[in-house]
């Protein structure tokens, strides 16, 4: 009995090992064959598309919820040093004193060095020459106030420190429109001044200026036929005081009364929203509205901060709620499919980020005497390059291969399902 015991006892190791053994060959061939098959996408995804592999992995649906959708807008933000920032200030010769911090002599780059996360999936990183693949003979055009300027600023910053520079070409230095383009790929990134996306008249004789909410910026003449659209408005309705632009509001060619904002800028989105569905051909343009960039004023006040905050709760809110949902009932009831760069909340954890004092170049003195008051002179509204707003792009970009055209949710279907 006692040495068929031992034998039953050393059969069954052996099986058990054979087992292993057999299920690592199994797995190891597993994998061999997924390499394979990836090297393969890659090689049939040139030269049309130059994802990474690692941005190929992240297409695959295992990283979206089970609704088969991911929210990019809800997640964290993670430290991470490595990669990060996606170009240097000193690389993008046209960065505007406004927002480039290090060279304006701040002390701290670890703002620099965030990555925000989703719940839902992985984001991929914003992979330039994609980027620029995938706008090859486009027209983007991005259209707002200094917010959509800081926008546009980083996009073409992340886009030139992937092409020679003689191979662009860059007018920024006229306000109210500046325009990138990549001479090998045809492509043209343009920002139009226009903070109320309506018009701003002023009268020549009385000097009154005069905000029509039922007429639309002129320069929407040169938007039309653009390829994706990026638009923004909000912070200049909220303006009082000396920095208020508009003496008067007019609705149908009557005054309107503007001791509330919300009715004038109901009737603006709308305006908004009838020139986009009758002049948006939704087959050929993207379009996209950003929602309010938060700023860390009184309770919030960002000088001197140097980390994210932690705690969602802790911020106040300072922009009106009634304007946020006017903007995002317009842009969900709209003919036209609008998609929304909810990066409010995602932006309001980094109090860490905006320039400060630090945004005047090489002017110590003014700096310095910035520093003596920083309470009145500290900037908290716009974000330092590069920064958070290579996230909202990064954003961008996401949305644009993930929730993707259709072309690339077909791509999805064929390939893993
Ligand atoms: C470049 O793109 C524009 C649209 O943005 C288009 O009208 C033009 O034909 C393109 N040129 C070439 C050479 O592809
Ligand atoms: C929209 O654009 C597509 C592709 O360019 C074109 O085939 C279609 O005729 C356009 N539709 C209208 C209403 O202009
Ligand atoms: C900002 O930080 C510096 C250095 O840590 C400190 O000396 C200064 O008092 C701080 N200023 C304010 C207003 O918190
Ligand atoms: C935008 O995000 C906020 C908070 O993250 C959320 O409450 C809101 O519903 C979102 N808006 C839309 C239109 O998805």
Same mark, same amino acid.
């Not at 306000?175 to 139009?192: C, M, P, Q, R, T």
């Not at 949902?325 to 909340?345: A, P, S, W």
């Given at each position: ?264 800028? !109901? ?44 705690? !969602? ?11 946020? !949902? ?92």
């Amino acid at each position: 009995m006692e040495t068929l015991s031992i034998f039953d006892r050393k059969w069954k190791l052996c099986s058990f090992t054979s087992l292993i053994i057999c299920f690592n060959i199994i797995l190891l061939r597993l994998t061999n064959l997924q390499n394979l098959h990836d090297a393969f996408l890659t090689l049939a995804l040139t030269p049309n598309n130059y994802l990474t592999s690692e941005n190929l992995e992240l297409l695959k649906p295992s990283t979206y919820n089970e609704k088969g959708k991911c929210n990019l807008f809800e997640g964290r933000w993670v430290y991470k040093p490595m990669g990060n920032p996606l170009y240097r200030s000193s690389k993008c010769p046209f960065l505007s004193d406004q927002v480039s911090c290090r060279r304006n002599g701040r002390p701290d780059f670890e703002y620099e060095k965030w990555s925000w996360e989703a719940n839902d999936c992985r984001i991929p990183r914003f992979d330039a020459i994609d980027m620029l693949e995938r706008l090859r003979g486009k027209r983007v055009i991005l259209v707002g106030d200094s917010l959509n300027r800081n926008q546009w600023e980083s996009l073409v910053c992340l886009l030139y420190s992937a092409i020679p520079s003689s191979r662009a070409h860059v007018n920024f230095r006229e306000g109210s429109y500046k325009v990138f383009k990549a001479k090998d790929y045809n492509i043209s990134v343009e920002f139009y001044w226009s903070p109320f996306l309506v018009q701003l008249h002023s009268n020549k004789e009385t000097t009154t200026r005069v905000l029509r909410v039922d007429k639309l910026d002129g320069s929407s003449r040169q938007w039309q036929g653009a390829d994706i659209m990026v638009f923004n408005t909000g912070h200049w309705w909220v303006h009082r005081g000396k920095f208020k632009a508009w003496d008067v509001l007019q609705y149908n060619r009557k005054l309107m009364d503007d001791t509330k904002i919300e009715p004038a800028f !109901e009737i603006a989105m709308k305006t908004w929203a009838n020139w986009v569905d009758k002049n948006v051909n939704s087959t050929r343009t993207t379009v996209f509205f950003r929602s309010i960039s938060p700023e860390h004023k009184g309770e919030n006040w960002c000088f001197n901060e140097t980390k994210p905050i932690k705690d !969602e709760s802790s911020y106040v809110p300072v922009f009106p709620k009634p304007l946020v !949902e006017t903007v995002e009932r317009t842009v969900t009831g709209m003919k036209t499919q609008i998609r929304y760069l909810n990066i409010t909340k995602l932006s309001q954890y980094r109090i860490d980020a905006h320039p400060t004092v630090y945004t005047t170049r090489k002017d110590k003195q003014l700096i310095e005497s910035k520093l003596k008051t920083p309470e009145v002179t500290a900037d908290c509204s716009h974000w330092c390059l590069p920064g958070l707003p290579d996230t909202w792009n990064r954003l961008l970009y996401a949305s644009m291969i993930l929730e993707g055209s259709e072309t690339s949710t077909n791509y999805l279907h064929e390939v893993f399902w």
